[in-house]
């Protein structure tokens, strides 16, 4: 099990707004540990896509935004578009004996 | 433009000893803040980290794994360097090395990975 935990699945229409979340507990993001995004398409490499809890890379649209609060933090994807259709990860440090950099399970985006 | 690229055997039989090297361009692990990680995805599952080494060769590891795990850079050929013993095939996965810097950790950079199979 991940130490992150995240909803395995989610979909939306074009156009629509989506929230994928991700939950951790006081040994990661609640202790103030921040948390970052990345996007895997299909067979290739994940690509960072929120660094800090809500700073977007060069290059990446603005349709993506993060936010943190207490022990969890969410990735908002709005205008939802066809190559948005991706796996989804957050990622975190955690101060206890579980590991230091920690991932979530991982969020598979359908756009229909 | 920072780039890196992995290397390594696609295939490794069980309680052998696997060796993966990182080949990066475009920074330097001499400059303060600089780190390149391991990552590691089995067939259809979650990333995992394993391992990451600071340009001052600080060395972190996944604790599980700690006693199997040693990484090491080499900064004259650009190179970073995760050897794994005892290898098991649920060890089977696309690794992944990655660049990191400075007060964010993050991974900015990665790799395409490379495939390795573990099996008999």
């Known amino acids: 099990q991940s130490v992150l935990t995240q909803p395995p699945s989610m979909s939306g229409a074009p156009g629509q707004r989506i929230t994928i979340s991700c939950t951790g507990s006081s040994s990661n993001i609640g202790a103030g540990y921040d948390v970052h995004w990345y996007q895997q398409l299909p067979g290739t490499a994940p690509k960072l896509l929120i660094y800090d809890n809500s700073n977007r890379p060069s290059g990446v649209p603005d349709r993506f935004s993060g936010s943190r609060s207490g022990t969890s933090a969410s990735l908002a994807i709005t205008g939802l578009q066809a190559e948005d259709e991706a796996d989804y990860y957050c990622q975190s440090y955690d101060s206890s004996l579980i590991g230091s950099w920690v991932f979530g399970g991982g969020t598979k985006l359908t756009v229909l | 433009q920072i780039t890196l690229k992995e290397s390594g055997p696609p295939l490794v039989k069980p309680r052998q000893t696997l060796t993966l090297t990182c080949t990066f361009s475009?920074?330097?692990?001499?400059?303060?803040?600089?780190?390149v990680g391991w990552i590691r995805q089995p067939p259809g599952q979650a990333l995992e980290w394993l391992a990451l080494i600071y340009w001052d060769d600080e060395k972190r590891y996944r604790p599980s794994l700690k006693s199997n795990l040693t990484i090491s850079k080499d900064t004259s050929t650009n190179q970073v360097v995760l050897r794994m013993t005892n290898m098991d095939p649920v060890h089977t996965a696309t690794y992944y090395c990655?660049?990191?810097?400075?007060?964010?950790?993050?991974?900015?950079?990665w790799g395409p990975g490379t495939m390795v199979t573990v099996s008999s």
């Open positions: 990655a660049h990191t810097f400075g007060a964010s950790d993050s991974f900015d950079i």
């Open positions: 475009g920074f330097s692990l001499n400059t303060r803040g600089v780190g």
